[in-house]
């Protein structure tokens, strides 16, 4: 079974919290009045990258060589829909709900229409989106 367990963007303080051992330490998640919150969630996808470190939504990862994706892009880890085929394109793509990495498109790959097949042991994480947002641009 599948860890659950989240880190957190603070937007107040510009600092990520990251899980904790004892839930007693846990922070309390403050709702303004408008709905917004002062926290992001970032949940763990219950993989690991090829360092051993947990990779969780709004990581950014680089690649390896694994069908289209390559070992020099960079890409977003997201949670949400996403257009699958694993039938050799013979068929159309099905809307599939989960992880997947979203892919910064060089302007090169700009007609490849690439996306993220992926292998965890070729992944490295190198940021997150908050913490390392330059990151991303490096990626276009």
């Known amino acids: 079974m599948r860890e659950i367990k ?3 963007w603070d937007k107040t303080n510009n600092k990520m919290l990251m899980p904790i051992e004892n839930p007693a330490q846990a922070i309390t998640v403050q709702i ?3 709905g917004d919150t002062d926290y992001e969630f970032m949940q763990y996808t219950g993989l ?14 680089k ?7 390559y070992k020099d892009q960079i890409a977003v880890v997201k949670f949400g829909q996403f257009e699958a085929d ?5 068929y159309g793509s099905i809307p599939v709900n989960g992880w997947y990495l979203d892919i910064i498109v060089k302007d090169e790959d700009k007609d490849t ?5 992926f292998n965890t042991d070729s992944l490295e994480v190198i940021g997150n989106i908050y ?4 990151l991303l641009q490096e990626g276009k």
Not at 48 to 61: R, S, W
Not at 86 to 90: K, V
């Open 131 to 134: 913490e390392n947002p330059s």
């Open 113 to 117: 229409g690439y996306h993220g097949e």
């Open 48 to 61: 690991k990258d090829k360092n051993d470190k947990e990779i969780y939504e709004g990581d950014i990862v």
């Open 63 to 69: 690649g390896g060589a694994v069908y289209y994706f």
């Open 6 to 8: 989240f880190r957190v």
């Open 32 to 34: 303004l009045p408008n």
């Open 86 to 90: 694993s039938s050799g394109q013979e």
